[in-house]
């Protein structure tokens, strides 16, 4: 009859960790709420940063092909 006890006093505390870790994450969960709120560049509120600063259109050539175009052109 020890091991009766031992049981129920095993599931608990099992109990109140699962409570506890369940606790945790709606604390995180706030917290990231609150910090995503106060970023700049939040949901209907900026520019995403992805895209910052591109310009619609063509784009320059990372490969600088435009100094290849202005070599032809002086010859």
């Given at each position: 009859m020890a091991s009766r006890p031992k049981v129920t006093?095993?599931?608990?505390?099992?109990?109140r960790a699962r409570q506890e870790r369940q606790q945790e994450?709606?604390?995180?969960?706030?917290e990231n709420k609150v910090r995503?709120?106060?970023t700049p560049g939040a949901a209907g509120g900026g520019e995403d940063p992805d895209i910052a600063g591109i310009i619609p259109g063509p784009q320059p050539s990372p490969w600088g092909d435009e100094l290849d175009e202005k070599d032809?052109?002086?010859?």
């Open positions: 006093q095993q599931k608990r505390a099992r109990e994450k709606i604390r995180r969960r706030e995503r709120a106060n032809e052109e002086t010859t």
